[in-house]
T-cell receptor, first 115, second 110 residues
Framework: GAVVSQHPSWVICKSGTSVKIECRSL??????MFWYRQFPKQSLMLMAT?????????EQGVEKDKFLINHASLTLSTLTVTSAHPEDSSFYIC???????????FGDGTRLSIL | LAKTTQPISMDSYEGQEVNITCSHN???????ITWYQQFPSQGPRFIIQ???TKVTNEVASLFIPADRKSSTLSLPRVSLSDTAVYYC???????????FGGGTRVLVKP
């Protein structure tokens, strides 16, 4: 149980395009999902908390207009990197939490490369 | 948010037990301690979670002293495939935020 699926796993696109990443909880409902970013050899950095049916909460320094988050259902959250540039290239990872005192479960990440 | 401190790296050999200690001096009453494992280019994988004393599952044990200011993840009889980064986090039971520290890079040698 507690499977989180992330899609796509790898994407390469040109500078200026927008990229959407999906995060799905496959066997449980997640009222809260989280988006992280990880640069090579570094730890995960929380970008935002995604709450079903409401606006996401962004961490300090994360541009909400750049990283659009939508959590339209209890099993799906999306992160859209708008007008992506090479500096947005990174490993993006989502996680979801089951209700109660349960740990977060992570997707396998999306490697984003902007040319 | 409670800050955690772990060793940057540890080397071990196949078949040995690996113990990774994490310090979390400012842990709050309702914080849980959670450990994750991460392989390159993959998301973190949940290993174990505990609140106090000892927790054991099929892959690891977690030892938490009474003051809860530290915890030790114990991996019995490691294999080469246990080479990974291990993260210790304190996690509010009803809260939202996980703050990842630097983690511990464990290298298991043949």
């Amino acid at each position: 149980g507690a499977v989180v699926s992330q899609h796509p796993s790898w994407v390469i696109c040109k500078s200026g395009t927008s990229v959407k990443i999906e995060c799905r909880s496959l066997d449980f409902q997640a009222t809260t999902m989280f988006w992280y970013r990880q640069f090579p050899k570094q730890s995960l950095m929380l970008m935002a908390t995604s709450n079903e049916g409401s606006k996401a909460t962004y961490e300090q320094g994360v541009e909400k207009d750049k990283f659009l988050i939508n959590h339209a259902s209890l099993t799906l959250s999306t992160l859209t990197v708008t007008s992506a540039h090479p500096e947005d290239s990174s490993f993006y990872i989502c996680s979801a939490r089951m209700p109660g005192d349960q740990p977060q479960h992570f997707g396998d990440g999306t490697r984003l490369s902007i040319l | 948010l409670a800050k955690t401190t772990q060793p940057i790296s540890m080397d071990s050999y196949e078949g040995q037990e690996v113990n990774i200690t994490c310090s979390h001096n400012n842990i709050a009453t309702n914080d849980y301690i959670t450990w994750y494992q991460q392989f390159p280019s993959q998301g973190p994988r949940f290993i174990i979670q505990g609140y106090k004393t000892k927790v054991t599952n099929e892959v690891a044990s977690l030892f938490i002293p009474a003051d809860r200011k530290s915890s030790t993840l114990s991996l019995p009889r490691v294999s080469l495939s246990d080479t990974a980064v291990y993260y210790c986090l304190v996690d509010k039971a009803a809260g939202n935020k996980l703050t990842f520290g630097g983690g511990t890079r464990v290298l298991v040698k043949p």
